[in-house]
């Protein structure tokens, strides 16, 4: 109570913050009349000016003013779109590394262009990142002219670009782009073998637009490259034997999470059966070297007692197919992920197809706060403002609206029934419509949409019904969702990042229906005519109300709602929002069927009557609260595992990248070889020791598998006074001499190109098997809670001593090849680059194992679609060759091919 009190006399914190920026405003418009004067040329001349300001001492914040006044002045001539006052507002908050909350026709696109020309002017290049291709071409194509004007490059990464393409575009003083295709392109640099052959430069300033989007909601499922790997059909089908050796009494299983654990006496029986078949290293199932094989025995177990033939899957043609449990519908071309199909396919006794291997892995949140400087802008922020400061230490500001808001916003109404509530729906969006009045529905899934769509039919409306699958398509659509008597059904993320206008986009139109039109007179004359009908159609869509924004539930985030909301009463139009509600939606199970909410509507609610309650819509926001929160420590958790494995990548690549750069890398060579006959030697000879309890024969074995020296170990065990670090001095000696031997056998340059080759290659062998055995530790460390020990802080630790054997095996590897393997120099008319295996880029969330590739923005031309298959052979009549699906991608076939050797093959 005393908070609103001192709120409405001082106002909040977020707007004393934005008031304190309006004497930067007031320094940006003193810049104005001088512009103004200048011509063409002259304008586009500050930006050499304002760089040579840059290196003559002065920093972005000092040439602020005159930088913003110098775009605003560029941006009213190319774009004939001048900033308002709180879009320099917003471009000052942007800049301070902030998220600009701003509502829905604000015009983020064109604030985004004040903090990246000024940013772009220090050269370091600035990332803008949008939530899909389209959204990216086109802010690159439509902001990118009043770049070019100010002398800036600018480029865009979409799918289907050639590396040297990747690279120009990255170069540009202004990137755009996918936050997928950034994070793959990063993955990607870090796989490559020269420095010469990346395509990224060092991160300097990244703007994200939609950042709840990207880092709220795709935060979870990390990016993924995964790659063929070995053959492991015969561990499959050793595991799966000694399952189905296992008594009902060994374990104990979960129907509901769909889990089996072992009891006690079914550990015992499992160690027992697995050494009998030489798959236990030691005899203790869960010592850390046996990560592995407890991974592939959760697998086989969740496959031989959980998942049921002909219910979870079938078996068809020698293979197994997935059974979608919400449909019953055939899933053609989708696997489990993390072994589990595998496992029932030993289950079954059907070929077993080997599986994907990590080869590099990322969040989107260890990406992104990789910039120096990180901001983002958005239309709903301020309801997970906590969650962007913990993980990201970015504050949102809200800006205010240019003009205030007139959209009346009512009381959500609440029926018994989904029946009741979409013949409700229905009838309001039929009232509308006879009047005129634009509609836009939000739903949460595609079911959903169609269900609606079947309710409007019989009611006779005419709509359109998006789903968010084709972006460029469904932009078109949900630009004219404003036009007169006009109803759009769409899921939540349907063409976001689009305006609607009321009375019609008069850009989109021009596209829809002058595309074929030659650039004249006529198509001039043809531009104002339809410039006059949106005029004229806008006021009779005001005076029917302006657009009714229709939700038919409550999300689980308030952030989805508050978005569906925004896209009525934009710039200060008028306009109504209204959510309907009922027992049966997915928030509202929450309360469960014997609560006293839902006894309460079930006796006083007829069927087909509605309540309205600003009790029960405080209820609901309280449930959304609860949700948000969970969701939000899922989140967290896998922050804090991927920041575990984050702190091992930033050491690999950094490795990596010191290895790229270095002229030579003999120094590094030397100490691992050092280092790894110290450990040889440390291992047989312990300190503190007498010479009688060392391991002679494992030394002098390890010493002739490693170093390939056969010395006379055994004639110095005679000598008297004989310590291990007079051995290790010996060895080092011999192997220093075999090595400057081989080393005169070949030219020194070629010789220091093939220590790298070699070291580069060993590190990234190493590394891939790490992401491996780290994937398969997350899945089963939770079970050390039951030994009352934190999952997080168990998987910490082992995580650090696996990296410690692989740092350990790499040293003994890079020894081994370069003091044993001999190397012979073929002619270079012979020598061919090993062709590189077919990456597969995807999203998989950690936890849950499920693949989420295709259901990211942008996803569709990454991927291709999953679950189709086609009995045409490849070349032969493509049906895929209306979809944009990179070249590159799995044919959405299922065939396994790259597209462009399968359905994508050019005739």
Known sequence: MLGNVAKAIFGSSNDRYVKSLNKVVIQIASFEPQLEAMSDDELAAQTPKLRAMLDEGKTLDDILPEAFATCREASRRVLGMRHFDVQMVGGIVLHRGEIAEMRTGEGKTLVATLATYLNALAGKGVHVVTVNDYLARRDAEWMGQLHRFLGLTVGVIVPDLNEEQRREAYHSDITYGTNNEFGFDYLRDNMKHERSQQVQRPFNFGIVDEVDSILIDEARTPLIISGPTDDKSDLYIAVDAVVKRLDEEDYEKDEKQKSVMLTEDGVEKV??????AGLLVG?????VENTQVVHHLDQAMKAVVMFKRDIDYIVKDDKVVIIDEFTGRMMDGRRWSNGLHQAVEAKEGVKIEPENQTMASITFQNYFRMYPKLSGMTGTAATEAAEFYDIYKMNVVTIPTNVPIQRVDEEDEFYKNTLDKFSAIARLIREKNEKGQPVLVGTVSIEKSELLSDFLNKEGVKHNVLNARFHEMEAHIVAQAGRLGAVTIATNMAGRGTDIQLGGNVEFRTEDELDEMPEGPERNAAIEKIKAEVGAEKQR????????????????????????????????????????????????????????????MNANLEDGEAIGSRWLSKAIETAQKKVEARNYDIRKQVVEYDDVMNDQRKVIYEQRADIMDSEAVDDVVEDMRRDTINAMVGGACPPGSYPEQWDVDGLKERVEDILGLQPPIDDWMNEDALAPDIIEERLQELADQKMVGKIAEIEEPTWRGLEKSVLLERLDHHWKEHLSTLDALRQVVFLRAYAQKQPINEYKREAFNLFERMIEAIREDVTRILMTA????????????????????????????????????????????????????????DPYAGMDISRNAPCPCGSGKKYKHCHGAMA
Do not use: W
Request: charged fraction near 30%; glycine fraction near 12%; aromatic fraction near 8%.
């Open 822 to 877: 001999e190397f012979r120099m073929r002619p270079p008319e012979d020598f061919e680059l090993p062709e590189l295996p077919d990456f597969l880029t995807s999203h998989i969330d950690p936890f849950t194992g499920e693949d989420d590739s295709g259901t990211v923005p942008g996803a569709a031309a990454m991927m291709g679609a999953p679950g189709k298959q086609v009995a045409t052979a490849p070349g032969e009549g």
């Open 283 to 287: 005899s203790n199932l869960y010592d």
């Open 271 to 276: 160690e027992r059966m697995l050494e009998d």
């Open 541 to 600: 869509v005001l005076d029917a109300g302006g657009l009714c924004v229709i939700g038919t539930e409550r999300h689980e985030s308030r952030r989805i709602d508050n978005q569906l909301r925004g896209r009525s009463g934009r710039q200060g139009d008028p306009g109504l929002s209204k959510f309907y509600l009922c027992l049966e939606d997915d928030l509202l199970r929450i309360f469960g069927p014997d609560t006293l909410f839902s006894k309460m």
